[in-house]
């Protein structure tokens, strides 16, 4: 039952990335790349492997929308590869850690700075490989720091309303 | 061999990492110019699908400002009609040397603006009679050309791609250039190759200049905004003002070279 609910979140999120924030564009600085939450907050009970193969599915949609191949799937697996250390180094008891990591069940701080950390190194790598190379470094920076914040503040968001 | 499978079972999950982002790495480095496979880009039927449907509501929020645009194109191509019926019939007319374009109309169905490498989706493919190679332009200018054709839609580089070159001339005089998009702005581009000899004033009219099988020659691209010369130059740095207003681009027409063929099979000839 609980796989069926990421799945689904996966379809309407990914919908919701696609039709609507990626068309966000205030000169470029703002692309919050939102489908990002579903990656965080799947359950971690799945192999590490399994879990970087699930990155690299999501990361692959979303690069044939974005005809950007390969972008969004390093940047996933990366996700996916930093996670499970990531919280196995936060949570004190990861091994009950069985249903999907949200605030109510790594507490508040622990999330803030899971979500936020990950977030900031997704959407780095996605900008610094578009540019590709480093000839627009402080452009590229300014873009990871701006539509960090704004995906961030959309999840927590999330987060928020879906504990309610 | 018992090491080599201890070491396995212990960094296994990061060989697979490794793997995984090294296979990233190569897609990244094979199709960061232009998306090359059409399964793999938004000219795949299910994924322009989705931006086909999402379209068709937007496209509504903009029916009069593109009912605006198509009567002025009436009333100019309307004008040019009269223009043609006026003329005497033995030399005016000029004989397009290029051949005849065929022009397939279409429906931009996802545009990017906000990056370097900016990418556009029509709404017609190969099953209409689209091939890669062909110009495509806006009521007002230059688009660009189309780049992977799937069966019912395809990818456009535009011209505000920074992998994009177009062949250009001055409407005054002829006088060819390259266009080129320096990734600022998707309003603006540079005009290269303009040698000092030539005399260049803002406002000048820049047009397509034929040389290529895309565009037939005197298609409108731009108007030069800003010319300046660098001490010791010996070219211009000219900046254009796009005739095509990519931010609000909704139909555009695909230009067929029915020639192209025969060209092509003669210029394959003298490589």
Same mark, same amino acid.
């Given at each position: 039952?609980?796989?069926?609910?990421?799945?689904?979140?996966?379809?309407?999120?990914?919908?919701?990335?696609?039709?609507?924030?990626?068309?966000?564009?205030?000169?470029?600085?703002?692309?919050?790349?939102?489908?990002?939450?579903?990656?965080?907050?799947?359950?971690?009970?799945?192999?590490?492997?399994?879990?970087?193969?699930?990155?690299?599915?999501?990361?692959?949609?979303?690069?044939?929308?974005?005809?950007?191949?390969?972008?969004?799937?390093?940047?996933?697996?990366?996700?996916?590869?930093?996670?499970?250390?990531?919280?196995?180094?936060?949570?004190?008891?990861? $091994?009950?850690?069985?249903? $999907?990591?949200?605030?109510? +069940?790594?507490?508040? $701080?622990?999330?803030?700075?899971? +979500?936020?950390?990950?977030?900031?190194?997704?959407?780095?790598?996605?900008?610094?490989?578009?540019?590709?190379?480093?000839?627009?470094?402080?452009?590229?920076?300014?873009?990871?720091?701006?539509?960090?914040?704004?995906?961030?503040?959309?999840?927590?968001?999330?987060?928020?309303?879906?504990?309610? | 061999?018992?090491?080599?499978?201890?070491?396995?079972?212990?960094?296994?999950?990061?060989?697979?990492?490794?793997?995984?982002?090294?296979?990233?790495?190569?897609?990244?480095?094979?199709?960061?110019?232009?998306?090359?496979?059409?399964?793999?880009?938004?000219?795949?039927?299910?994924?322009?699908?989705?931006?086909?449907?999402?379209?068709?509501?937007?496209?509504?929020?903009?029916?009069?400002?593109?009912?605006?645009?198509? /009567?002025?194109?009436?009333?100019?191509?309307?004008?040019?009609?009269?223009?043609?019926?006026?003329?005497?019939? @033995?030399?005016?007319?000029?004989?397009?040397?290029?051949?005849?374009?065929?022009?397939?109309?279409?429906?931009?169905?996802?545009? @990017?603006?906000?990056?370097?490498?900016?990418?556009?989706?029509?709404?017609?493919?190969?099953?209409?009679?689209?091939?890669?190679?062909?110009?495509?332009?806006? #009521?007002?200018?230059?688009?660009?050309?189309?780049?992977?054709?799937?069966?019912?839609? /395809?990818?456009?580089?535009?011209?505000?791609?920074?992998?994009?070159?177009?062949?250009?001339?001055?409407?005054?005089?002829?006088?060819?250039?390259?266009?080129?998009? @320096?990734?600022?702005?998707?309003?603006?581009?540079?005009?290269?190759?303009?040698?000092?000899?030539?005399?260049?004033?803002?406002? @000048?009219?820049?047009?397509?200049?034929?040389?290529?099988? /895309?565009?037939?020659?005197?298609?409108?691209?731009? #108007?030069?905004?800003?010319?300046?010369? /660098?001490?010791?130059?010996?070219?211009?740095?000219?900046?254009?003002?796009?005739?095509?207003?990519?931010?609000?681009?909704?139909?555009?027409?695909?230009?067929?070279?029915?020639?192209?063929?025969?060209?092509?099979?003669?210029?394959?000839?003298?490589?």
């Amino acid at each position: 039952m609980d796989w069926i609910k990421q799945i689904v979140r996966m379809l309407l999120v990914m919908a919701l990335q696609v039709l609507l924030f990626n068309q966000l564009q205030l000169y470029g600085l703002c692309r919050p790349y939102v489908y990002v939450l579903c990656l965080l907050m799947m359950p971690v009970t799945l192999p590490l492997t399994v879990d970087m193969l699930v990155g690299v599915a999501l990361g692959l949609v979303m690069d044939i929308f974005c005809n950007s191949l390969g972008i969004h799937m390093a940047a996933c697996v990366l996700v996916m590869f930093l996670r499970h250390r990531m919280l196995r180094n936060a949570v004190a008891d990861f $091994e009950r850690l069985t249903g $999907e990591v949200a605030i109510a +069940s790594v507490g508040l $701080e622990v999330f803030i700075r899971y +979500s936020a950390a990950l977030i900031l190194i997704h959407h780095a790598v996605i900008f610094l490989l578009s540019a590709w190379g480093w000839a627009h470094l402080g452009w590229s920076l300014l873009q990871t720091l701006v539509s960090s914040v704004v995906t961030f503040l959309l999840v927590m968001l999330y987060c928020i309303v879906h504990d309610r | 061999m018992q090491d080599l499978l201890k070491f396995i079972l212990r960094y296994g999950n990061f060989l697979v990492f490794l793997l995984l982002e090294v296979v990233a790495l190569l897609l990244v480095l094979t199709y960061n110019d232009y998306p090359r496979s059409t399964a793999f880009s938004t000219a795949n039927s299910l994924v322009a699908t989705q931006y086909r449907m999402r379209s068709n509501v937007t496209d509504y929020f903009a029916l009069k400002q593109t009912n605006n645009l198509l /009567a002025e194109e009436n009333a100019f191509l309307r004008s040019q009609l009269d223009a043609c019926g006026t003329l005497p019939d @033995d030399s005016v007319r000029r004989q397009n040397t290029q051949g005849a374009f065929c022009y397939f109309p279409a429906r931009v169905i996802q545009a @990017d603006t906000y990056d370097k490498h900016n990418y556009l989706t029509i709404d017609r493919g190969a099953a209409h009679g689209l091939r890669q190679g062909m110009g495509v332009r806006s #009521v007002t200018g230059a688009v660009g050309v189309v780049s992977t054709v799937g069966e019912h839609y /395809a990818v456009i580089i535009p011209l505000i791609h920074t992998r994009s070159r177009l062949s250009c001339r001055f409407l005054k005089d002829g006088y060819v250039g390259t266009l080129r998009w @320096d990734g600022q702005d998707v309003f603006h581009a540079m005009l290269d190759d303009v040698a000092v000899h030539e005399q260049v004033a803002e406002g @000048d009219t820049i047009i397509t200049s034929g040389l290529t099988n /895309a565009f037939p020659e005197g298609v409108p691209v731009g #108007v030069v905004e800003k010319c300046t010369l /660098a001490q010791g130059a010996s070219y211009y740095t000219i900046r254009l003002r796009l005739l095509t207003d990519f931010k609000r681009l909704r139909y555009v027409q695909v230009l067929s070279n029915l020639h192209s063929e025969e060209i092509e099979s003669l210029t394959d000839g003298l490589d």
